[in-house]
């Protein structure tokens, strides 16, 4: 598999919740608790704001959520703001060493 | 703090290679990894490849192997990623991350803007 499958968009309104899913194979999310996902705004460094499925590194409001079902992981965002309008980008090991990232997803707050 | 500053924007032809340096400080360099993970314009992010910190052992994506070479120096805290026989396609910005232990990219650098062109 050379990339994860990731709607190319999503959007919801301020306050609302939206879900962003991120599709694998057993040989990667499917295989291995080493999901992690990133932020990224214009211009800048992807930004860590979920690992191992479902963890969030200080500092990243618990309105990010991250969960796993067989081959497939998600992203929920909660309480949508304006600040969360960015790409994000799920990623997996994949075994050997190696691991691959998704083809982002454009969130667009309303 | 954590900080990895990489070095600054490159311009190549076809068929040259490219070194990048990413220097690191505000953490002990041999316990982490460092990944490196290109994006090209308008386009999403994709791994490089990954070197330990501590060995210099390497993992790297298919479609570079044979292609790219990472090293490690210690004594400066710095890694370092080649890409030989460039092409248009590896026309990118090239980032370093450090890997937190679990494969994931916790602390990344700048970016490396990296343009192939005759």
């Known amino acids: 598999q050379s990339v994860l499958t990731q709607p190319p968009s999503a959007s919801g309104s301020r306050g609302q919740s939206v879900t962003i899913t991120c599709t694998g194979t057993?040989?990667?999310?499917?295989?291995?608790?080493?999901v992690s996902w990133y932020q990224q705004h214009p211009n800048r460094a992807p930004k860590l704001i979920i690992y191992e499925v479902n963890q969030r590194p200080s500092g990243v409001p618990d309105r990010f959520f991250g969960s796993k079902s067989g081959n497939t992981a998600s992203l929920t965002v909660s309480g949508l703001r304006t600040e969360d309008e960015a790409d994000y980008y799920c990623s997996s090991y994949t075994g050997a060493g190696t691991s691959i990232f998704g083809g982002g997803t454009k969130l667009t707050v309303l | 703090q954590v900080q990895l500053v990489q070095s600054g924007p490159e311009v190549k032809r076809p068929g040259a290679s490219v070194k990048v340096s990413c220097k690191t400080s505000?953490?002990?360099?041999?316990?982490?990894?460092i990944s490196w993970v290109r994006q090209a314009p308008g386009q999403g992010l994709e791994w490089v490849g990954w070197?330990?910190?501590?060995?210099?052992?390497?993992a790297d994506a298919e479609r570079f192997r044979g292609r790219v070479l990472m090293t490690i120096d210690e004594s400066t805290s710095t890694a370092y990623m080649e890409l030989r026989s460039l092409t248009s396609d590896d026309s990118a910005t090239y980032y370093c991350?450090?890997?937190?232990?679990?494969?994931?990219?916790?602390?990344w650098g700048q970016g490396t803007r990296v343009t192939v062109s005759s």
């Open positions: 070197i330990s910190g501590s060995d210099g052992n390497t």
């Open positions: 991350a450090r890997d937190k232990g679990d494969f994931t990219r916790d602390f």
């Open positions: 057993s040989s990667d999310i499917g295989g291995y608790d080493f």
């Open positions: 505000g953490y002990i360099f041999t316990s982490n990894g």
